[in-house]
């Protein structure tokens, strides 16, 4: 099957002001997050990987980074999946992660994240973590498949999304339960790497955010208390 370079947006408004911006429209990349973004375009290329499709979440942040990394790339089938959209936080949507810190869901999020369900507002829909991971997965396995009945077995594309649903597929794909997804680190504008094969998915890479990715040609064959994980994923470690 397909190679997935699920990549996170590049750093965003909402991520330097600190809040969740959950699905809010006209959350776009900062110019630190316009460079993150040209620079996944620059190292995909530089590695010679012949990307078959951009798919990307709807969000303008998602979109916005997809369009610079084709940019970089040229002419390549481009597409938007709901299934890849970021978590609906629901009431907890647009409001500053100091202050949602305190709540009592947030220590759910951080240590039974499997129990976590946000609840919803009259402006946006919640849902919980897990039905999230649920549509992520469908959302990759029927590009998987597409790409793979249009562009053979050792195809490899682009899935553009948001810090806690590619958090929660890679945990996925190394087998651990949602409950342990917050052990694992994505910035924005990082690749995490994903071969999913006919018997489990191989983990390529996690949260590289500069290495050659050359090596990956598919085979022939904030708040809360330290050690807390910022819901969303936060603003990465770019000053």
Known sequence: MPTVLFVRHGRSSANTAGTLAGWMPGVFLDATGEGQADEVGKR???????????????????VQTGDRIAAVLGPVARSVH??????????????PL????????????????????????????????????ARALRAVRETD??????????AVWVAISHGDVIKSLLAHAVGAHLDDF???????????????????????????TGGDLAGL?????AGGQEGDAV?????GTVG
């Not at 990082?190 to 191989?202: A, E, F």
């Open 44 to 62: 995909v290329a530089a590695a010679g990987l012949e990307v078959s499709r951009i798919v990307s979440s709807p969000l303008d942040r998602c």
């Open 82 to 95: 709901e299934g890849l959209g970021e978590c609906r936080y629901g009431a907890w949507t647009g409001r």
């Open 98 to 133: 100091s202050e949602l810190a305190r709540d009592e869901l947030w220590k759910v999020v951080q240590d039974r994240p499997s129990e976590a369900a946000f609840p919803s507002s009259a402006a946006y829909e919640g849902e919980s973590l897990a039905q999230m991971q």
């Open 145 to 154: 498949e597409r790409v793979a009945n249009e562009h053979g077995a050792h």
């Open 182 to 208: 917050q052990r694992i680190q994505v910035d924005p504008g990082s690749v995490s790497v994903v071969h999913y094969t006919s018997r489990r998915p191989l983990v390529l890479r996690i949260n590289d």
């Open 217 to 221: 040609r598919p085979p022939e064959a």
């Open 231 to 235: 819901v969303g994923g936060g603003a």
